[in-house]
């Protein structure tokens, strides 16, 4: 526990000194891979439930890795600029990573980012390391593979305007993903029902990116009709004397009133998309296992430790089956 806490506070010092908004904040990510475990057929479960703890932990370690090892490949795979690639409506795509390096020059693709083809080459890895039934390499990526998915449910992951800075509205990144879970998430339902197989995983991916992309415009338009019509002395919070309190990572933090009334007149979109996350991780680990020819789990941890946690998982599968994760405390940002 200790040596978590440490990780943890580690995170944030990194992210704090960084200045940086992490996609969906903590709160998001650890949610996202958290449910999708409870979501996997029995014969998966077992052994995901085991290390239930690094895979929630692991699932910000991605954006953390952009600044700790300062890895400038990490950047672009968080993301995809849509209207970058896509001048004019109706515009194709590259498929692959591979056509996509065909087609566009590496500054392009470094600047208009790589997210739906990067978390193909993820799957594969993934892939790969349950045929092999690399016990280490499964939990990475599977941890890994959960950000990528929770990043593409994003609607301002897919957008040139990510932080609103084409519109004035510079700051609604971290508004939508970090304070309004953080907010209003103790109530989401995270009962997504069970995996299911992926025939198209291509398809798949681009289906989850378009779809988050049809969103922007309606959350970014909300809020600007929404800040139109408010008293601007009541957006944000403010201390005793007056001045807008920041976060730790120096952002505007918005009145609870105000971040209640954009979180209704989004209509369920935080809740939605985030539960869309969870389904799409749970569906690509179990299309990752199913494809690397159903290896057994239940052998790569000693039985004593399964047998150990059964009692645990069984409370836990039943209070996610009402839509409620157990025991789940995080370091929030706002
Ligand atoms: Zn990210």
Redesign the pocket.
């Known amino acids: 526990m200790k040596k978590h806490l440490f990780r943890y506070a580690l995170i944030a010092a990194f992210v704090a000194a960084c200045g940086v908004f992490?996609?969906w904040g903590t709160w998001g990510h650890q949610h996202i891979n958290h449910a999708a475990v409870f979501a996997l057929p029995d014969s998966m479960r077992h052994f995901f439930y085991n290390h239930i703890d690094f895979v929630t932990e692991e699932s910000v370690i991605?954006?953390v890795r952009k600044y700790t090892i300062n890895d400038k490949a990490e950047f672009a795979r968080?993301y995809i600029d849509l209207e970058s690639y896509q001048t004019n409506p109706g515009d194709s795509l590259p498929l692959t990573m591979k056509d996509a390096g065909a087609r566009y020059d590496a500054k392009f693709l470094d600047k208009n980012g790589i997210l739906p083809w990067y978390m193909m080459e993820v799957m594969q890895k993934l892939t790969k390391a349950f045929q092999d039934k690399k016990k280490a390499e499964i939990l990475f990526l599977s941890a890994d593979l959960g950000?990528y998915l929770g990043?593409a449910h994003m609607p301002l992951h897919t957008s040139l305007n990510h932080d609103g800075q084409l519109t004035n509205q510079r700051g609604i990144h971290a508004f939508f993903e970090s304070q309004l879970p953080e907010q209003f998430g103790a109530n989401y339902n995270f009962y997504t029902g069970d995996a299911v197989y992926i025939p198209d995983l291509q398809k798949e991916i681009w289906r989850i990116v378009n779809d988050s992309h049809r969103l922007a415009d309606t959350l970014l338009l909300t809020e600007r009709q929404l800040h139109a019509s408010y008293d601007t002395s009541k957006i944000y919070l403010k201390d005793a004397a007056g001045n807008v309190v920041k976060n730790k990572y120096n952002q505007w933090v918005h009145s609870y009133e105000y971040a209640k009334a954009w979180h209704d007149a989004l209509h369920g979109m935080v809740e939605r998309q985030l539960r869309g996350a969870v389904s799409a991780t749970a569906n690509f680990w179990y299309t990752a296992w199913v494809n690397a020819g159903r290896p057994n789990l239940d052998d790569l941890d000693e039985p004593a430790l399964t047998e150990r946690n059964k009692k645990n998982l069984k409370r836990d599968y039943k209070l996610w089956r009402k839509g409620q994760l157990f025991g789940f405390k995080i370091d929030t940002e706002f």
């Open positions: 992490i996609s991605p954006d968080h950000h990043d």
